[in-house]
């Protein structure tokens, strides 16, 4: 079993940049890709950013490329979304995922954990 925690998440100007991290316990990353979805009020839940187990391959939505990059310390059994120029629509809460691989995770299936989320909120 695998617990994943998000922290990071808070209020932001526009234009400003937040850092969340999502650990595991309970059992290593090992093998896993891991994915970011946002959910924001009344809208569905949306894949952000995900990468896979080795870290090589690394995915972004249309809507945060160029201003968001994930990354991952397998050491350390976490993974880390930067985000960048941030904007009011990047409002929502952001939940880390955890599944097989990279492909499935992305459009949503095959998800093994998820974290409780954190709320990202940025202010106009």
């Known amino acids: 079993q695998v617990q994943l925690v998000e922290t990071g998440g808070g209020l932001v100007q526009a234009g400003g940049s937040l850092r969340l991290s999502c650990a595991a316990s309970?059992?290593?990353?090992?093998?896993?890709?891991i994915g970011w979805f946002r959910q924001a009020p009344g809208k569905g839940r949306e894949f952000v950013a995900g990468?896979?187990?080795?870290?090589?391959?690394?995915v972004y939505a249309d809507s945060v490329k160029g201003r968001f990059t994930i990354s991952r310390d397998n050491a350390k059994n976490t993974v880390y979304p930067q985000m960048i120029s941030l904007k009011p629509e990047d409002t929502a809460v952001y939940y880390c995922?955890?599944?097989?691989?990279?492909?499935?995770?992305?459009?949503?299936?095959?998800?093994?954990?998820w974290g409780q989320g954190t709320q990202v909120t940025v202010s106009s």
């Open positions: 995922a955890a599944g097989p691989t990279l492909s499935r995770l992305q459009i949503g299936v095959s998800i093994d954990y």
């Open positions: 309970g059992r290593t990353f090992s093998g896993y890709a």
């Open positions: 990468n896979s187990w080795s870290g090589g391959g690394t």
